[in-house]
T-cell receptor, first 115, second 112 residues
Framework: KAGVTQTPRYLIKTRGQQVTLSCSPI?????VSWYQQTPGQGLQFLFE???????NKGNFPGRFSGRQFSNSRSEMNVSTLELGDSALYLC??????????????FGQGTRLTVV | AQSVTQPDIHITVSEGASLELRCNYS??????LFWYVQSPGQGLQLLLK??????LVQGIKGFEAEFKRSQSSFNLRKPSVHWSDAAEYFC??????????FGAGTILRVKS
């Protein structure tokens, strides 16, 4: 069974540009969550999608957005990039959405560098 | 709001020695607790999880953790550390749906 696939693995962008990151969850998993990891702030929850609907959102500005497709693949977009957006962006897939946390499987992440 | 504290930023142990990584959480109800490990430049791998039941949880790679409600703790232990265990370890609490709130992490160094 293939794991969570994130593409691309590395990105270098210029301030002011926008970027789109992709995540393909494990086959059969319908929930996708996104996290930002930085040395200063650690791992922070961005948002979660289930059945093409955003179910939960973290405390990030509106420049950060996402979506999920009918095949459960998800993309996140960051517009008007700032230097502080440089981070490892991790995607996690889970089988279902419930109040009882199911196990989250993480991808290897996309390393975004903003220059 | 849920929160997780990992008091130790760095820990160094000798190969073969025992290990305990500390984790304290803040959560109003029965928590769902997790330990993840991350090697440099990689994603997170789940070591073990606690949802309910037996408070001593066994995980992969010889790790175990004990849930102590009275101390709001979920410490990770391993009886004998191997050099390959050097990595960063994250404790996390479920915060509704599949949202996880993570601690700041503990970097484990293993001395040979």
């Amino acid at each position: 069974k293939a794991g969570v696939t994130q593409t691309p693995r590395y990105l270098i962008k210029t301030r002011g540009q926008q970027v789109t990151l992709s995540c393909s969850p494990i086959s059969g998993h319908r929930s996708v969550s996104w996290y930002q990891q930085t040395p200063g702030q650690g791992l922070q929850f961005l948002f979660e999608y289930f059945s093409e609907t955003q179910r939960n959102k973290g405390n990030f500005p509106g420049r950060f957005s996402g979506r999920q497709f009918s095949n459960s693949r998800s993309e996140m977009n960051v517009s008007t990039l700032e230097l502080g957006d440089s981070a490892l962006y991790l995607c996690a897939s889970s089988f279902s959405l419930s109040d009882k946390n199911t196990e989250a499987f993480f991808g290897q992440g996309t390393r975004l560098t903003v220059v | 709001a849920q929160s997780v504290t990992q008091p130790d930023i760095h820990i160094t142990v000798s190969e073969g020695a025992s290990l305990e990584l500390r984790c304290n959480y803040s959560y109003g109800a029965t928590p769902y607790l997790f330990w993840y490990v991350q090697s440099p430049g990689q994603g997170l791998q789940l070591l073990l999880k606690y949802f309910s039941g037996d408070t001593l949880v066994q995980g992969i790679k010889g790790f175990e953790a004990e849930f102590k409600r009275s101390q709001s703790s979920f410490n990770l232990r391993k009886p004998s550390v191997h050099w390959s265990d050097a990595a960063e370890y994250f404790c996390a609490v479920g915060a509704g749906g599949n949202k996880l709130v993570f601690g700041a992490g503990t970097i484990l160094r293993v001395k040979s």
